[in-house]
């Protein structure tokens, strides 16, 4: 074969063909460079560091990161950051390993007429993503696109911005599966939609489904340490004896979906032994008197018969929790057991609300307090120009009032879909179809869309439904905009990026919604970088990138909390709500009451499925992580958990396979015979199951509880109700 | 060993090309005289001095240019079912001994090329960044030592860089696509070349044992 300009053209050296190679002296074999490497000591030397926040759960722990040949070589917690306090948890440690996953996309892709996906340039997906959302805006409006996130720090900014840039109010977070039910009951009552219990100053603290050692933040369990150390009363109210209740003096098993009982049992013995702090209620209350006929009747012997607690725990803790106020409160939680998980969430939520108000504890040395934040002020509107907020009202808002509206009803926008109202969707940072309710419904209503984007570091089952997937790059390869923490000093910490751009063609989200913007006609909002953003957002609080940089957390002692100030309730009447006439337009008493869960076991083989936190992994977007799955294998921990004396009765041993199986779905996994559960429950470790083929550690693993949940919504609230599940159990062979 | 211009050929073969270039590539008149090469390297490296090539008659006709470029669109990108990126790290398993797969983007033979590259003065292409054990590379990379006349070191090369294509060809033979067969045609003939060279450099190592020559 002849050589010609064709078959010289070189991509190490040049089309102009190839000189003699004078550098060849510096060819080294690959055992030499292995010996070579093998050879030089471990050290810092030539490393340089970044300050990051993890990415694994919605914490974001800060840390420095430390690169040595542009690669990760270290990561050690950052001592200030709110969240981290010196420590990262596994996640923190597994999760930089997806920078490096064969699973990263890599480019941009479109899905052709065989229903493939395919590489597309940027410039193309752009064009056809604007033409088909500039289609929508002219044939149906602002009010036929839709965009779902999971909150990080430069998507939930871009994101919303792109959504109000393009006139559309339907803007949502992944609230609706995770804490939608939570922060919603507690805004009726008082008026925000969390609180943070002062957990290392209490005397009796109780932590209602959440688990600080399973879902972890470091500062949480830190403080859960230092109370069990001082002497507090801890008191674990789950199903589940969780990992966290090694720091606790109870565990009650509850059954689940009837917490609401339990509290309003708790609340009833407060006011009928008149052991409540009155003059607070008396200075600061509206609507008590309906509240205690409410609760009249919620004696702890008719709590005991619904939520398996005995009465005489009940008057006890009532008790106890009365003597140990101001400095005692029940934790906000977070997901745990009434963030979306029943038909009485929501209402559960606002009994914490009411419980903790009668104990007089707000803001209260020990309680549950208000914690100040520091956000960005007004920026230069000619470089940053405001965005007109959209007209209309939020998909969803009316027939979920009482559902939060910075989170908004997501799946119902998918319904919506599904009906033919909802015509574009767009998903940051968010896998729907498989985390949040179930995924052959919301395939179905994505498969409805005219136009239907995600993006993305990996193939999600919701970038699977997709027309485009645009490849986001890892959160180590990406500068995102200032993370301002709440806390009793407030801080704001940064992700500052750590590697270059490892894929060249994929690109951070802040580059990603702005060219969006662009092609859809909205650029002219987007005139700034996100440095320069970041830059203008710093300098609005008297700091600047530059300085953030260095540090990675500063503090403002300026803000910092006082015990004991009172709170301004956000409320219509601008007082603690024990009634709401919000609550009662959706169909609730005006205090809460009790409201049974939707399902109940009926014995026998029947089970109601719960899940929750195992300490390695976060939903769906862990599961792919190759050191964070080795954990769940090395230990087993895919197995269902059952309650030992029902397994006893069933014949089942502990390692059986089972069959689990309800209308929507089958499946099979082993078991774990413990007595570590509830007996009217089974619970089903979270993260597995995953059904995308494109996830090589992921998929096949485990069973996943949204497949046994049937689309469904929480009255007025609007929550996926992810517990409301029966399943039946049974010893596969058997 | 065979000559340059056929390992430059098929790294442009992985590296996807625009039709123009694909155009050039296949034109007669050079792709007959590559696959004319392709087979004497094989047989200039097979330790039988046989080129075993039932590759050739795939490779004689390459796919049109929608096929080729519908491959490169639907399987040369990542984290798709369908993909089936050329990079050795992806199919050289991991250190730890139960690795079933590779060690993901970026592992050991990333990072040699990576600082080969470096170390013999060249710079890697932006495109690879995420890849400089992508196989277009490493064709490149012994192209240009053949052409530079450092023919121990294009051998050696050959032998320690190629071992991953057995594996990468399993990936390949399952994909349903009209230019699948090409592809594999194509690095069933790279193994060729690989394979015998390999082969010849054990059997001198065995050789300079058993004469207890222990410089070599």
Known sequence: MSENAITRRSFLAGSAGVAALAAAGGYMSFGAWKQACADEPASDEGSWFAYSMCNACSSKCGYKAYVKRGRLSKLIPNEYDAHAQGKICARGYGYPAIVYSEDRLTDPLKKNDKGEFEVISWEQAYQEIGDKVKAILDSDGPQALAMVQDPRPSGAYYTKRFMDALGSPNFYTHGAACNISKASGFSQVIGAGDFSADVENS????????SV???????HLLALQKAHDNGAKVVMVDPRCNNSTVFADEWLPVNPGTDLAFLLAMSHVLIRDGIYDAAYVAENVVGFDEFAAGVKDCTPAWAEAICGIPAADIERLAVEFSQAAPAACIDAGWRGAFGNQYANSGETARAIAVFNTLLGCWNQKGGALFLPSVSAGKLDEEKFPAVPKPEGKKVGSEEYPLASSSMGVNVFAAQRAKEGAIKGMFFYNSNMVAGYSNPVYLQECLDALDL???VDIQMSETALCADYVLPECSFLERLELPAFNGGKVPSVSLRDKVLDIVHPNTKPCDEIFTGLAEACGVGEYFPFTVEELADAQLKSVGLSLDALRKVGTISFPEKAFEYGKAPKWKTPSEKIQFVSEACVAAGYTPAPTWVAPAVTPAGGNQFRLITGKQAMHSHTMTAN?????AITQDYDLTRIWMNADRAEQLG???GDEVEISND???????VKVTQRLNPTAVFLPPAYGCSSKDQHTAYGIGLRSTDFQAYQLENGYGSTMSHEILVTVKKVGA | MGNPAVFSVAAQCFAGMDEAGYAELTAPEVWEGFVEGLGASVEACASDGRSGACWIDALKTPPSFADYDGFCRCHFTGGLPGSALPVESLYRPDAAPDAARGAGYGAEPARYMEELIERMGFSLPPAYRAWPDHLALELDML????????ESEARSFLSERFGWLADYRRRLACLDDPAAPFFVALVDALIGVAGGEAAKAASVAA??????????
């Open chain 1, 213 to 219: 050692a399973d879902a972890v933040r470091p500062a």
């Open chain 1, 203 to 210: 005397k009796m603290i109780m932590y209602i489904g959440r």
């Open chain 1, 652 to 654: 089942i041993s502990d």
């Open chain 2, 143 to 150: 192209a240009v030592l053949q052409r530079s006349g450092y």
């Open chain 1, 452 to 454: 239907c984007v995600v």
């Open chain 1, 625 to 629: 992580c190759e050191p964070l799955m």
């Open chain 2, 207 to 216: 050789d300079s044992c058993a004469s207890g020559d222990v410089s070599a």
């Open chain 1, 664 to 670: 929507q779905h089958t499946g099979r996994c082993r």
